[in-house]
């Protein structure tokens, strides 16, 4: 399926977004706290033609149902939505809950591709809807920065679509840049890009995709973000951010065992995102091995969003020779990455697939991933 074949014509504009890989800092941006992501060189592209009426229709290559779902500008809200199609409906309607005035506005036939894998943890979601914020904004000539159009993907994330995510995932797509990382502090949204310098180091992101389900509506990512919210009020504090590792015995003393364990978690982490960003400028890439490893521990013993395919590719990948590996993402399944010198990918890549099928597991999906631009017009 094309745009020429849903829409009978050719389109006006390519917009196109990534998915995101998390280097390290995981569930530490609903709790105000540090991430380093970074955007990947698989990108969803909207193709796009402007109307004349208040109509936007959309289509995907992806959708085996074929036709166009539409909807007009009037009738924008969260129940007039349903299905992938509201990664785009809830775009428009976010940018109007933000304030964009679309009385005057007319709207638009999309069409929808993607290379980002669905159901691995690598935003496929946000690669939608960055793509089409961005594009929005320009063609109804909003005015936004990109860290409002963040905001933007993150309020229709969580409101249209209804999972309670954070801010990373539509940042790393919109903020992206080659070869690098992204440091953004989810309290003030202040960001800076930080040398990966990969290539330079003979290293290379192995993505091990275990192929375990995960959905973010329901269930543990809901029940980790309360806890979270519980363990902050007990402490006194507005977010997690907030307590330092100093402050950890203290915590012991005032929760029950599993919050404090959730929050060990989240304030360990947040050090380790500093360390991550430290040890980088200063030793460059092959020296953050370790911090990787205690960061899948941690989310392993004390979050506890870990699954048993997760830790056997990053078990694997160490045995293996890997710099470091941890599972990536919200958990429950979903990916895991692995920082590896380019000559031993494939050996690695071979002995996780191995181990999966030894372990009686489904055929793991293990690819390369590279740092790459966020998101533009094609
Ligand atoms: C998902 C969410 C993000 C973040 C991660 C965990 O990817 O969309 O906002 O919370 O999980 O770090």
Redesign the pocket.
């Known amino acids: 399926m094309t745009f020429q074949q849903v829409y009978g014509y050719e389109p006006a504009v390519r917009y196109s977004a990534p998915g995101r890989v998390?280097l390290i800092?995981?569930?530490?941006?609903?709790n105000d706290g540090y991430?380093l992501p970074f955007a990947i060189d698989r990108r969803t592209t909207a193709s796009i033609a402007p109307r004349t009426d208040r109509v936007i229709r959309v289509a995907s290559a992806f959708d085996e149902a074929g036709g166009p779902v539409s909807l007009s500008l009037d009738e924008l809200t969260p129940d007039a939505m349903d299905g992938w199609s509201s990664y785009v409906f809830g775009i428009a309607w976010s940018l109007r809950e933000q304030g964009a005035d679309l009385a005057d506005k007319t709207g638009f036939d999309v069409f929808i591709e993607s290379d980002v894998p669905v159901g691995a943890?690598l935003?496929s979601s946000?690669a939608i809807e960055c793509g089409v914020a961005l594009a929005f904004n320009d063609l109804w000539e909003l005015g936004l920065d990109r860290k409002s159009l963040a905001r933007v993907g993150?309020y229709s994330?969580n409101h249209a679509v209804g999972?309670p995510?954070?801010?990373?995932?539509q940042s790393a797509s919109l903020l992206g840049e080659q070869d690098a990382v992204v440091f953004l502090d989810c309290r003030t949204l202040d960001t800076a890009v930080v040398d990966l310098a990969l290539e330079a180091n003979g290293l290379e992101v192995l993505v091990m995709d275990t192929r375990v389900e995960h959905a973010?509506a329901t269930g543990g990512?809901a029940a980790r973000r309360a806890s979270c919210e519980k363990g902050a009020k007990a402490l006194g504090v507005e977010a997690l951010r907030d307590v330092a590792v100093d402050d950890l015995p203290r915590a012991q003393d005032l929760l029950d065992d599993e919050t404090f364990r959730r929050v060990r978690h989240i304030v360990t982490e947040d050090q380790r995102v500093l360390d991550t960003v430290r040890t980088l400028r200063e030793q460059g890439p092959r020296a953050i091995g370790s911090l990787l490893v205690a960061s899948h521990e941690s989310m392993r013993d004390d979050f506890e969003i870990s699954v048993p395919e997760l830790d056997l590719a990053v078990a694997t990948a160490m045995e293996h020779g890997a710099v470091g590996a941890r599972m990536t993402?919200?958990?429950f399944g979903g990916a895991a990455i692995a920082l590896v010198d380019r000559e031993a990918r494939e050996a690695i890549a071979a002995a996780v697939t191995t181990a999966f099928a030894a372990a009686g597991y489904r055929e793991p999906n293990v690819f390369t991933v590279h740092a790459a631009q966020g998101a533009r017009r094609d």
């Open positions: 998390n800092g995981e569930h530490t941006d609903y991430v943890g935003s946000a993150q994330e999972a995510t954070g801010i990373m995932d973010h990512y993402g919200g958990g």
